[in-house]
C-alpha cells in the first residue's frame, strides 16, 4: 500500500522506489519511457543530496545533457505540470510554492 496524502504525493518520500514510481504514473495515466526515467531518477538523486525537491530549471538542463531534449520537454513527459505530475512520481512531498520554469 502507497500512503499518499488526499492529492496523491507520497507522505515519506522515503517509501519511493522505482516501482512506486510505476503505481504513481500510472495513476497519472503515464507509461514511464526512458526519458521519464532520466528524469526521476536525477530528482531523486537530487533530493538526496539536498533533501528538497530540484527547481524545474535543473529537471530541464539535466534533460538537455544528458538527452538533447529542448527546453520544454519534461513538460510534453508530464503534461499536466512539474509539480502536478513530475514531483508526485517522483516521491516529492507537495511544494508549497513553485518556481516551475
Known amino acids: 500500500m502507497i500512503r499518499t496524502d488526499a492529492e496523491g504525493y ?43 525537491a530540484p527547481d524545474v530549471r535543473h529537471v530541464m538542463k539535466h534533460l538537455t545533457q544528458t538527452n538533447g531534449a529542448g527546453r520544454n520537454r519534461v513538460f510534453e513527459l508530464f503534461p499536466y505540470g512539474y509539480v502536478q505530475q513530475t514531483c508526485k512520481i517522483a516521491g516529492m512531498l507537495r511544494p508549497r510554492a513553485w518556481s516551475t520554469g
Open 10 to 52: 507520497l507522505i515519506d518520500p522515503a517509501e519511493w522506489d522505482e516501482a512506486v514510481a510505476a503505481e504513481l504514473a500510472g495513476r497519472e495515466d503515464i507509461a514511464l519511457t526512458d526519458e521519464h526515467w532520466i528524469v526521476l531518477r536525477f530528482m531523486r538523486a537530487y533530493y538526496d543530496e539536498h533533501r528538497i
